[in-house]
């Protein structure tokens, strides 16, 4: 079925994480025995990292993903040698990987995309592998040169599975000061020897609660360890920036192609606005991530050739053709994702995005995110501290922008329970492109199917059609409407008294959301908050020989996180019903457990609406002859 995106649009969007039913989220398939990774680093941030992993497995679910490692690298940058790898049996034989059952392969991910051949996979493949079986590998990379000339950095997050070792050992040359944020991992007293100092960590074992529903980025509140040589977040961004800037040379076939652009237009903001329509539309995105990537951009004039590139390359392209037209830019390094709180030790590491800014227009454009309209963001970009590369300062992406849902909704019931019905969904702000870019793939058949499946899910027997909007790029900005009509057989089984749900929406509406707020009963993290804008209007006709017994109570409410409103009328006939709600915490993305306490009362009032009934009464139609 189409429409994914529409389906984002409920309730899944926030609370898309299943929350699981025990509170304890460790993996019993698996335990890690021993995983120890130690790193001898030179002055100029190049190091040779060796690392030892034995696990054991405890059921059968774990046999398939367990049995073959996969161990990712840069081969411009680094080489990796798997020094060994073997099986152990409960009896203690061992089964050694032999050298065919390593595997060299490029990175899946970027397969189509010559310029990113450089990144590999070495896959190691073990052999009889059954439950109660302990796997071994050791293998070695050696990092040729830095990211970052005279820099070091790295981090690691505990796995959540049982771990009987997990210790990172970093012995650095003096002068090279490992700065340290390492809650969940017990330091070692840092050991001197010949000009070097040795820092070791260690992984405390402790219980792991399971990751709740909707809860943001675990690196925001769980263990972590960070290490890191940067004295402050502006030294990564200069750092970058160095790296980074000669790519976005301007070129005169890419200064032709940016005055060819804009055309037409004077406005900065139309033609910044034209400029990132362009690139998202015309250069495809091959998602390498910064610290898998690498962090040098290819040329700007490469990409404009190729038609393709990663966020670096985007930003570069972006940044030479605003140039071009006298428009000035920076690159924003970003966490793309829900983590909104950065390390107090500056590192890259939670930085895997880069998005361009425009300080003269204060504007954040991402030509990455191709399923929404120029000048907004995708969601996981909003609330961010990012690094402005050229300046190194840090700045702040928009905390919110405008995505406001219209439904409308008319249904008129007949005598006998079948019932015709209308409905429109009005897109506007940064959700209007991204549905009329599901509507321009969308399959015919499942189109012409959409609304007998839509209602066959609620036991109603129904045919209908879609009626698209506008999906020319032209109508991009003013909005977006669809609708859906048609008609049930069975939409009430009448006559006689009968409950009917008092829904404002036939499809996602702010009941989808409303309901998303009850997945936890109780919450221990921090998490998304609630951001809704929903307006919705119904109307119910019934047969002329219908009486209303009764219609739900009028609701409105107003706290620091909803403003909710039911109204119910009786007009001519009909029963008229007005819902609105908008949700969200003044001045961040982020809810805290006691927030999600104070939410409760509301919660229980808008899901008690939006459950209720209206009862309606149809006289039963006389017999003949009495």
Known sequence: MKLKLLALLSAATLWSQPAPAADDGIDTSVTTLKNQQTFVVQRDGSYVQDFEEMVQINEQRAVAPVAQRRFHFNRTLEDLDVIEAYTEKPDGRRIPVLPEQIKLQNEPAYNGAAMFQDMQVKSVIYADVAVGDKLYSKTRKIRRSAYFPGQFSDTTYPLFRRTDQHTLIYDMPDGMTLKADDPGFKASAP??????????????????????????????????????????????????????????????????????????????????????????????????????????????????DNRYGDCKDHVALMEAMLHAVGIDSTPALINLGWSYKLSPVAQLGQFNHVITYIPSLDLYLDSTADGIAAGYLPGQDLDKQVILTRSGQLGHTPLAQLIKIKNHYAVKIAADGSATFDFAREQLGAWEEAVRNEHRNWAKADQQRFVEVLLKSSGVKAHGEVVLGDLSDAASGKGYRFSLNGSGENWVYLPGPVGMPASSSLYVGLAQQVFGLTNEATRTQPYLCPE????????????????????????????????????????????????????????????????????????????RDLRSQFILQVPEAPQPGI
């Not at 307006?535 to 706290?559: G, I, K, Q, R, W």
């Not at 915490?585 to 808008?606: F, H, N, S, W």
């Open 191 to 304: 050991q001197q020897h010949d000009g070097r100092t040795v820092y070791r960590w260690d992984y405390v074992q402790a219980p792991t609660p399971r990751i709740e529903a909707g809860t943001i980025a675990y690196a925001d509140y769980g263990r972590h360890l960070i290490v890191s040589t940067f004295n402050n977040y502006g030294e990564v961004g200069l750092a970058y920036d160095r790296t980074a800037a000669p790519a976005a040379a301007v070129t005169p076939r890419i200064a032709a192609r940016a005055r060819e652009v804009v055309k037409g237009l004077s406005d900065p903001r139309a033609q910044a606005m034209a400029i990132d329509n362009w690139v998202r539309k015309n250069v495809r995105y091959v998602a390498v991530y910064i610290g898998n990537g690498g962090l040098e951009p290819h040329s700007a004039e490469s990409i404009l």
């Open 532 to 607: 809704s804008d929903y307006e919705e209007d119904a109307s119910y006709e019934f047969p002329a020989n219908a009486t209303l017994l009764a219609v739900p109570p009028d609701v409105h409410l107003a706290s620091p996180y909803f403003q909710y409103s039911a109204e119910f009328r009786q007009v001519d006939g009909k029963l008229l019903i007005k819902r609105a709600l908008k949700s969200g915490k003044a001045g961040t993305r982020v809810c805290t457990p006691e927030d999600y306490l104070a939410m409760q009362g509301d919660i229980k009032k808008m899901v």
